[in-house]
């Protein structure tokens, strides 16, 4: 357990950005380090990676300084645990639609007396070779994130409350599943999900945490902090894809 820097940086009201990997790969987590990134949002709702997995790609984080996230792929506390135990220094919950959900995440995340989180000598308490338990205890209340997935009509109408509690660190809006959601599948840019998207960023400000908005093809992290959002996070592989077809695309063209 490590100061998180990333908490530092949205306390401060920073920009903060974040590579998604999808996959078992320690090598992307510790490029995305290295090319800058602020956090690498691990992925094991849509990712196929196991425990183990996660373990190594958390330890590909600490070696460059990116802090690692898991999205998980439901609010399951045993699950979460794992993680959590595993040295996450968070975990972003998809799907949280209400005010308890989310009270429920925190629980699942923090140690007395914030939440029940199992206690154990576990890695992320550096296998109780650390500090005295006590102290952890104290420090990884303080340090932990917990953030959220907003991707329903419903967690728009609610984001307020949502992001009202106490210990829900931010909220990215996945517009995906928002489309979906509002019956408009894969038309992010679709009037409905537009002007649900403005109202989860517009009502989701109110309450002093940051939204974070997902960087689709063409886009980039400054047309969402122009649309209100701090925060801002794009697949790795996107990154990489686009990376390629630049590349072969300024290839093809050469004439000689």
Same mark, same amino acid.
């Given at each position: 357990?490590?100061?998180?820097?990333?908490?530092?940086?949205?306390?401060?009201?920073? $920009?903060?950005?974040?590579?998604?990997?999808?996959?078992?790969?320690?090598?992307?987590?510790?490029?995305?380090?290295?090319?800058?990134?602020?956090?690498?949002?691990?992925?094991?709702?849509?990712?196929?990676?196991?425990?183990?997995?996660?373990?190594?790609?958390?330890?590909?984080?600490e070696?460059?300084?990116?802090?690692?996230?898991?999205?998980?792929?439901?609010?399951?506390?045993?699950?979460?645990?794992? $993680?959590?135990?595993?040295?996450?220094?968070?975990?972003?919950?998809?799907?949280?639609?209400?005010?308890?959900?989310?009270?429920?995440?925190?629980?699942?995340? &923090?140690?007395?007396?914030?939440?029940?989180?199992?206690l154990?000598?576990?890695?992320?308490?550096?296998?109780?070779?650390?500090?005295?338990?006590?102290?952890?205890?104290?420090?990884?209340?303080?340090?932990?994130?917990?953030?959220?997935?907003i991707?329903?009509?419903?967690?728009?109408?609610?984001?307020?409350?949502?992001?009202?509690?106490?210990?829900?660190?931010?909220?990215?809006?996945?517009?995906?599943?928002?489309?979906?959601?509002?019956?408009?599948?894969?038309?992010?840019?679709?009037?409905?999900?537009?002007?649900?998207?403005?109202?989860?960023?517009?009502?989701?400000?109110?309450?002093g945490?940051?939204?974070?908005?997902?960087?689709?093809?063409?886009?980039?992290?400054?047309?969402? $902090?122009?649309?209100?959002?701090?925060?801002?996070?794009?697949?790795?592989?996107?990154?990489?894809?686009?990376?390629?077809k630049?590349?072969?695309?300024?290839?093809?063209? $050469? &004439?000689?």
């Amino acid at each position: 357990m490590y100061v998180n820097k990333l908490k530092e940086k949205i306390k401060n009201g920073e $920009y903060c950005t974040g590579s998604i990997i999808q996959g078992a790969l320690p090598a992307l987590v510790e490029i995305s380090g290295l090319a800058g990134f602020d956090f690498a949002f691990i992925d094991c709702e849509h990712g196929p990676m196991t425990q183990s997995d996660c373990e190594n790609l958390i330890r590909a984080a600490e070696s460059v300084g990116i802090v690692p996230l898991i999205r998980t792929r439901e609010l399951n506390e045993s699950l979460m645990l794992r $993680y959590m135990d595993a040295g996450a220094m968070g975990i972003i919950v998809p799907g949280i639609r209400t005010k308890e959900e989310a009270e429920e995440a925190v629980r699942c995340v &923090k140690y007395f007396p914030y939440g029940h989180r199992g206690l154990s000598a576990t890695r992320s308490a550096q296998f109780g070779l650390g500090m005295p338990m006590k102290d952890y205890v104290e420090f990884a209340n303080e340090q932990t994130i917990v953030a959220c997935v907003i991707e329903s009509a419903e967690a728009v109408d609610n984001i307020e409350e949502i992001l009202g509690v106490d210990g829900m660190d931010f909220a990215i809006i996945g517009t995906s599943d928002l489309s979906h959601d509002l019956g408009h599948p894969g038309e992010g840019k679709h009037p409905d999900c537009v002007a649900y998207f403005e109202k989860a960023v517009k009502n989701g400000n109110k309450t002093g945490k940051p939204i974070c908005g997902v960087v689709r093809g063409g886009e980039t992290a400054q047309t969402y $902090y122009k649309q209100g959002c701090r925060m801002a996070v794009k697949g790795a592989y996107g990154l990489f894809g686009g990376a390629c077809k630049n590349f072969c695309k300024e290839a093809q063209e $050469y &004439k000689g």
